[in-house]
């Protein structure tokens, strides 16, 4: 995979940021989007702009075959069985949502669990939480190793005859963790629970087979994986579907509808009330195409490779400390000693880099690694190792800095 020549295709990585060339490094927050991308945005604003599923003139017809042909996209990228069982959503968050208020409250009682980790993003405990809440069920979870991975004799020993749900992240945006999504479904359908996925950082970077998971939701975003923001997946099986229940309501979703009472679509349109987002949907599309014209697996090799050689160049810092286990994917979240990762992303912007600083919308496990922030790098299929390299520099210039402040 050349990655320089895949760089050529993001317009946005051709700029100065404070008189230095950009170096991107925060595409787990979002990824940069190539010009196929724009220009399918920008081809349904001039051409085909219309609502879907309503009309029959032409500009209806033409938005609605690329809305749905968008659907079959991504039914294809993931392996689902049918277009039933993709569901377009604003993200990942509202997924999650959508799995934790319209099928679990009406399936959790009294006493039930819900197992999930502390590594997971907020949007996939905070759910979770209110679920439990609201029906009576107890949420657990399953304890991390010390590098940040999960045990699966720990994940057997967690997930119980009661567990009625086990959510859990197939990437995480924190330490790089992969989970082993196909053999926690195992264990956990061996006790008659169902897993959701939180596959945000998962889809942008590896092969997902949702039949070869066996997992039963998993839900992901559009702009992690070079498409628009404001649109996302969720994945669910049909029979589990057709069990939940929408949680928004309004035209579009519905059958009939009388003065008292209403009867909804068939899946998938039964969770998409109103205008959908038609345009997100044709670009995440054009996403899909260019995602697959590079190759999923040359994508994930190329991200893990980058982080193994971020990894062994931070190391040759001093006073620097990473986390998370040594096999991960294309992420490396780490503090320099006695600095605070916004100050360091502060100097490495001035040097034209671009990092994540903060708690990464995951206190409880900020909370797990003893420290409240740290400063994170994510790579995709257009950095290098000459990105890496750039950020070492960087890195020992904040070293420098803040060693002469408090001299």
Not at 173 to 200: C, F, Q, R, S, Y
Not at 240 to 269: A, H, N, R
Not at 309 to 322: F, H, K, P, S
Request: glycine share 8%; hydrophobic share 40%.
């Amino acid at each position: 995979m050349d990655s320089r020549a895949i760089r050529e295709q993001f317009p946005i990585l051709n700029q100065e940021v404070n008189g230095k060339p950009l170096v991107y490094l925060d595409s787990s927050a979002t990824s940069q989007k190539p010009i196929s991308v724009i220009e399918a945005l920008d081809d349904y604003y001039r051409q085909d702009n219309s609502n879907v599923h309503r009309g029959v003139h032409t500009l209806g017809t033409r938005a609605t075959d690329k809305y749905e042909g968008a659907r079959e996209k991504v039914r294809k990228f993931i392996h689902a069985k049918s277009i039933k069982e993709v569901i377009f959503t604003r993200g990942t968050t509202t997924s999650l949502n959508y799995v934790a208020y319209g099928y679990a409250r009406q399936k959790l009682q009294p006493g039930d669990e819900i197992v999930t980790t502390p590594m997971e993003h907020h949007s996939n405990i905070i759910p979770w939480q209110q679920a439990a809440k609201a029906t009576g069920a107890t949420l657990k979870y399953i304890p991390l190793q010390e590098d940040g991975s999960v045990s699966l004799d720990d994940v057997r020993k967690t997930v119980t005859d009661k567990t009625k749900i086990v959510a859990i992240t197939h990437l995480s945006n924190v330490l790089g963790t992969i989970n082993p999504i196909k053999e926690i479904a195992g264990i956990a359908h061996e006790k008659g629970a169902i897993l959701v996925v939180d596959g945000a950082q998962g889809a942008p970077h590896m092969k997902v087979d949702v039949q070869d998971l066996d997992c039963d939701f998993y839900a992901f975003s559009g702009h992690k994986m070079c498409g628009p923001t404001g649109i996302g997946v969720l994945y669910g099986k049909q029979e589990l579907l057709e069990e939940t229940e929408p949680v928004e309501f309004g035209g579009e979703m519905i059958d009939f509808v009388d003065l008292y009472d209403s009867t909804w679509k068939e899946l998938p349109w039964k969770f998409e009330g109103g205008t959908p987002i038609i345009a997100g949907a044709i670009g995440l599309g054009a996403a899909i195409d260019f995602l697959e014209q590079v190759g999923m697996d040359a994508i994930f090799e190329h991200d893990k490779k980058i982080a193994k050689y971020a990894v062994e160049r931070l190391n040759t810092i001093d006073g620097i400390t990473i986390y998370g286990p040594e096999e991960r994917a294309g992420l490396v979240t780490f503090n320099l000693d006695d600095v605070h990762p916004h100050d360091t992303a502060t100097v490495l912007d001035s040097e034209g880099i671009a990092v994540r600083a903060g708690h990464h919308c995951a206190q409880p496990l900020m909370k797990w690694l003893n420290v409240t922030a740290t400063a994170r790098a994510s790579f995709y299929l257009y950095n290098t190792e000459e990105d890496i390299d750039k950020l070492v520099d960087g890195l020992v210039k904040a070293k420098e800095f803040f060693g002469d402040v408090f001299k």
